[in-house]
């Protein structure tokens, strides 16, 4: 089976130029140093060694933007993208400002959350048209109270994209719903789709492990997704949020050390950046985004998502790791 432990060629990687470096379970020697306080201690930031950029490989961080969500709308913020062309141009933002992903979600005429392969299509297409090939579409198939997982598998079969966001809790909600979700897994690794795997709690890191375990989801990457909290009012994460998911991981000692699956997370509210930074300090990749927050680390309502990219490639580069472009992230993810 694979596990989350990186191979020994990823430890000499993140030991030359991540130090120092969480891999689930695997902690390299040296704390952290904490940068002068800035006043709010949650949005500490953690100095390693500048990085070569030149020499580093597949070793840059993967960051990724959530730029609208299935639920928020023009009332939450007026910059969320919410058509094709809004979603074109704030990949072009976000791609200047150092993400190599875009997560999408694309929306009805009515303004509602949408699974519908045309609609991918076009939004696909307005990316490309407007960045190439500098960023991954990953597009989701988030249930959003409106599809069942039949419907959810069927528009990424019909889509075949690049890249896909699932959650084991709406795709594989029990036993019975097993054989259908582990047919349409092997179809997508047979596709070369790259499958992210959405995790909101340390059960569900022990879930998924069970889940690979038994052959359900098959042998591969998964760029597993730690999400920080909950989509509910006034939610607001904290780094410490990220500690349990590796806990489990670690608890588990996730299989074979000859294989290693890159981890990614995500986090709600001000503190956004604070768990950005926190993650890359432990080796992981993020995404930010207006999806699941809106604010600066001070509070301050952010103007778009590319200011909430750059905040994040700040962190993330503070922390000692540099930011991987969208073709070294497809070879990461051997897409």
């Not at 990186?6 to 952290?32: D, K």
């Not at 996730?254 to 890359?280: I, K, Q, T, V």
């Not at 680390?297 to 790791?321: H, I």
Request: charged letters at 20%; a negative charge; proline letters at 6%.
């Amino acid at each position: 089976m694979t596990s989350l432990i990186p191979s020994s060629r990823s430890l000499e990687l993140w030991s030359r130029f991540c130090s120092p470096v969480f891999h689930f379970g695997l902690r390299a020697a040296a704390p952290p140093t904490p940068r002068a306080d800035t006043g709010d201690a949650m949005e500490k930031t953690y100095q390693s060694p500048r990085i070569d950029r030149s020499n580093i490989g597949l070793a840059g961080i993967i960051l990724a933007n959530a730029p609208n969500g299935a639920s928020r709308t023009k009332t939450d913020h007026p910059a969320l993208p919410m058509t094709a062309e809004e979603i074109a141009r704030t990949a072009a933002a976000i791609a200047e400002a150092g993400a190599a992903m875009i997560h999408v979600h694309v929306r009805d005429a009515q303004g509602r959350h949408l699974l519908d392969a045309e609609a991918y299509r076009d939004v696909t297409a307005a990316i490309r048209a407007a960045v190439g090939d500098r960023l991954i579409v990953q597009v989701t198939t988030e249930a959003g109270g409106r599809y069942q997982p039949p419907e959810q598998m069927r528009v990424i079969r019909e889509l075949r994209p690049e890249a896909v966001s699932l959650a084991i809790r709406e795709l594989i909600a029990d036993e019975a719903a097993e054989p259908a979700a582990a047919d349409f897994l092997a179809w997508a690794r047979r596709e070369r789709v790259m499958t992210q795997i959405i995790l909101y709690d340390a059960d569900e890191v022990r879930r998924y492990h069970g889940l690979k375990a038994r052959g359900v989801i098959p042998s591969g990457n998964d760029f597993p997704l730690f999400v920080l909290g909950r989509y509910s009012a006034g939610q607001t994460s904290a780094p410490a949020d990220l500690d349990p998911f590796l806990a489990a991981a670690t608890e588990l000692g996730l299989g074979d050390p000859s294989f290693a699956d890159p981890w990614s997370m995500c986090a709600f509210g001000r503190h956004e950046n604070a768990c950005a930074a926190y993650a890359a300090a432990k080796g992981g990749h993020v995404r930010v985004g207006f999806e699941n927050n809106l604010w600066l680390p001070d509070g301050t309502v952010a103007p778009d998502n590319a200011a909430l990219v750059r905040l994040a490639a700040g962190a993330v580069t503070g922390a000692g790791r540099a930011l991987a472009t969208a073709d070294q992230a497809r070879a990461l993810m051997a897409i």
